[in-house]
């Protein structure tokens, strides 16, 4: 078949955490699209734009589609629970050994649990998971990260 219908034909679909306003054409995002043969400045600024609402910096899941003919479309999901955590707690870094520390290294109340779970079920590919399972769930991420979950 010729490309006379128009359809654009995958090449490639990667998946990479992109900060937030930041994607810029140096490593680890111009390597990646770069190996893909996609206009790597047009991503940064489509990117960018499209993130504009987010605060700088925050480690987005995003999704990108190279077609054939160079060009790129892509989606990103919200920011991953430990960034999420870690910002609301007001720590730049988890514990090293989560569980064996006597003490932890922030605390989060279950309202802030409560709140980050309803910013994950936006998401399309959670939307079917219950309310208090995602919030099981994010509190085990609290414990791992060594952060305390206090009523």
Excluded: E, W
């Amino acid at each position: 078949m010729s490309g006379a219908t128009g359809a654009r034909v995958v090449k490639q679909i990667v998946k990479m955490t992109v900060p937030a306003g930041q994607a810029a054409p140096s490593p680890p995002v111009g390597p990646r699209l770069g190996q893909m043969g996609v206009n790597i400045m047009a991503f940064c600024k489509d990117f960018n734009a499209a993130t504009a609402a987010y605060r700088p910096g925050l480690p987005l899941t995003t999704k990108i589609v190279a077609y054939t003919d160079r060009t790129c479309t892509f989606t990103t999901r919200s920011p991953p629970v430990s960034s999420l955590l870690l910002a609301v707690a007001g720590v730049a870094k988890g514990s090293s050994s989560p569980g064996m520390a006597a003490v932890p290294v922030g605390k989060v109340t279950l309202k802030q649990v409560y709140a980050i779970a309803g910013i994950k079920v936006q998401d399309v590919h959670l939307a079917h998971v219950p309310m208090r399972s995602m919030c099981k769930s994010i509190m085990g991420t609290a414990r791992s990260c060594g952060l305390a979950v206090v009523r």
